[in-house]
């Protein structure tokens, strides 16, 4: 599954899920994809950052703790996105192929089209996501590790 930040001609933003991007494409030229605030079919990708975790043997700085006036709601909204993120991952591992370290290499023959299109999840490295990324390979890093993975 791959998630896309997308927009409308008013400019609102807006995201949306799809099997792969070649399947975006298809349903953004038939028309199926619509703006959920105004109801525009003319949609486009809109830039987005990848979210690509560093190395495993890299240690990443502290994030500065803030004291915010509305604590509780942001511990809210924080375990309301582990639910989402829970569903999320438990969907990709219902749906879709899990390929291990060859998560490039696979990402790459479904995008050439020398495998079968369908939802892979797997491993990358850090360069590997980025080379991806570069080629026009959309991928989404997965919170979590695959379930019965104690190593990852």
Same mark, same amino acid.
């Given at each position: 599954?791959?998630?896309? /930040?997308?927009?409308?001609?008013?400019?609102?933003?807006?995201?949306?899920?799809?099997?792969?991007?070649?399947?975006?494409? &298809?349903?953004?030229?038939?028309?199926?994809?619509?703006?959920?605030?105004?109801?525009?079919?003319?949609?486009?990708?809109?830039?987005?950052?990848? =979210?690509?975790? #560093?190395?495993? =043997?890299?240690?990443?700085? #502290?994030?500065?703790?803030?004291?915010?006036?509305?604590?509780?709601?942001?511990? !809210?909204?924080?375990?309301?996105?582990?639910?989402?993120?829970?569903?999320?991952? =438990?969907?990709?591992?219902?749906?879709?192929?899990?390929?291990? =370290?060859?998560?490039? &290499? !696979?990402?790459?023959?479904?995008?050439?089209?020398?495998?079968?299109?369908?939802?892979?999840?797997?491993?990358?490295?850090? &360069? &590997?996501?980025? #080379?991806?990324?570069?080629?026009?390979?959309?991928?989404?890093?997965?919170?979590?590790?695959?379930?019965?993975?104690? /190593?990852?």
């Amino acid at each position: 599954m791959i998630v896309f /930040d997308l927009k409308c001609p008013d400019s609102h933003r807006f995201e949306a899920w799809f099997k792969s991007s070649s399947a975006f494409e &298809e349903q953004q030229q038939a028309g199926i994809v619509e703006c959920p605030y105004c109801g525009s079919t003319e949609i486009s990708k809109a830039p987005m950052a990848p =979210n690509v975790g #560093a190395k495993g =043997n890299q240690r990443a700085e #502290a994030a500065p703790m803030v004291q915010h006036k509305d604590d509780a709601r942001l511990s !809210e909204l924080a375990t309301e996105a582990k639910k989402v993120f829970a569903k999320l991952k =438990n969907h990709v591992e219902k749906n879709c192929d899990y390929v291990g =370290n060859q998560f490039a &290499e !696979e990402a790459r023959k479904i995008h050439y089209g020398e495998a079968t299109e369908r939802g892979i999840y797997g491993e990358s490295t850090l &360069e &590997e996501t980025q #080379a991806l990324l570069d080629e026009g390979i959309d991928v989404l890093p997965l919170p979590g590790t695959p379930s019965g993975r104690e /190593d990852a």
